[in-house]
């Protein structure tokens, strides 16, 4: 379908004759571009091809791309620095699985070199087919004072919780720990009970050691004081370690877990164990959030100069509500359902910060409650010169 402009400015814009063949996407499109046209918010619709359809009047004021052009090439240049990889990361994986996404990231007016914060929201328009013929995009700008004071409010709320956490997640490993010293009391002669006291308080101080590693690493993060050692990584070698690890809680799920390696090359700069431990992080999410007897898909691919790693499940999925906030600290909140998740909230939190780390992009994709979820991180790739 071919936008057709009821004002005299974009009378001139060549459109491509892909995009003038492109099939009809709304009734009444003349309506939807006169109600846009009032709207504050730059909206703007793209073509599966990566094509700019249509902008209303901010989106042109704002950014000076036109119909006809490349809809990322032109408007990366206005993403800040920072966000550009993430920003594209999250547009391209958006054209790959077809999903609406939710990215926070700053942006400037072609303009003006000021940069303003907003919160920019994707969805795929389907034909009758269940195709996606385009995308309809919305831009709000965050009212700093607004978003302070909300962020205040959720972090104290988040802190009270976090402490109940604490105590809750403490009190999981120490109660059987208090059960093995009385039993050990009464059959500390018995060698056979011995055994098995010993290796159930190796496995709940080991729990303790993991909450605790979470905490620290988290408070590094934050105060920017945790940093990680880059050299030449295979990726094959961090999924079998992260496999190995995360084994137990799957066979304890009896979930079945598959595994796939499309590349021969799979070397990163990174640092080993933390990126084994972001895998083993989503991994055990995945495990932790699949009803017992699910599936598991665990793969390995390269694209371009990019190596991607995709956990995904068939377990009771993300809310379109929960989905942006399912990387914070401290967010317990279950995907799907008003159901609280186990531990502490930190493991995503943790494998976010790790990743971008790394220069690399953890995204998470859901089409909602009871229909799975799937992590997908992506790091570039080593030089191979």
């Known amino acids: 379908m071919r936008w057709h402009a009821p004002w005299p ?8 004759p892909s995009l003038a063949k492109a ?9 939807f571009e006169e109600l846009a046209d009032v709207m504050t918010e730059p909206i703007w619709v793209v073509h599966p091809d990566g094509k700019l359809l249509y902008g209303n009047r901010r989106w042109h004021s704002l950014t000076g791309i036109s119909e006809g052009e ?25 054209l790959r699985t077809r999903n609406s996404y939710g990215i926070e990231r700053r942006v400037r007016c072609a303009l003006d070199p000021k940069y303003v914060r907003q919160l920019e929201r994707a969805q795929p328009v389907r034909n009758s087919d269940g195709d996606v013929v385009a995308w309809v995009l919305i831009a709000t700008t965050y009212d700093e004072n607004l978003q302070l004071i909300e962020g205040l409010r959720r972090a104290a709320v988040r802190k009270d919780e976090a402490l109940m956490a604490v105590a809750h997640e403490l009190r999981g490993p120490l109660a059987p720990i208090a059960s093995a010293v009385e039993l050990l009391k009464h059959r500390g002669s018995d060698p ?5 006291v010993r290796a159930l308080i190796t496995r709940q101080v080991a729990q303790l050691m993991r909450l605790v590693e979470d905490l ?3 408070g590094r993060l934050e105060h920017r004081q945790l940093s990680v050692r880059k050299d030449c990584v295979d990726l094959r070698c961090v999924l079998a370690a992260a496999v190995e690890a995360a084994q137990p809680i799957i066979t304890a799920h009896r979930h079945r877990l598959t595994t796939t390696a499309r590349t021969d090359t799979a070397v990163v700069h990174g640092d080993e164990g933390r990126l084994t431990q972001v895998v083993v992080n989503l991994l055990i999410n995945a495990a932790k959030f699949t009803p017992k007897g699910g599936r598991i898909w665990l793969s390995l691919e390269k694209e371009d100069s990019s190596l991607f790693v995709r956990v995904r499940d068939t377990g009771i999925g993300i809310s379109g509500d929960m989905l942006p906030h399912i990387f914070d600290a401290y967010v317990r909140a279950v995907r799907g359902a008003s159901r609280r998740g186990s ?8 494998a976010q910060q ?21 992590f997908v991180l992506q790091l570039p790739a080593a030089s191979q010169h």
């Open 343 to 350: 531990g502490l909230g930190l493991g995503l939190a943790l």
């Open 70 to 94: 490349d809809f990322a090439d032109g408007f990366i240049t206005l993403v800040h620095p920072e966000d550009q990889q993430r920003w594209i990361g999250a547009w391209q994986q958006a």
């Open 354 to 374: 790790l990743v971008r780390l790394h220069d690399g992009v953890l995204t998470a994709h859901s089409e909602g409650a009871g229909k799975g979820t799937e």
């Open 192 to 196: 056979r009970c011995v055994a098995d």
């Open 23 to 31: 099939p009809r996407i709304f009734e009444g499109e003349k309506c």
């Open 9 to 16: 400015r974009r009378l001139a814009i060549p459109v491509s």
């Open 216 to 218: 620290l690493d988290l």
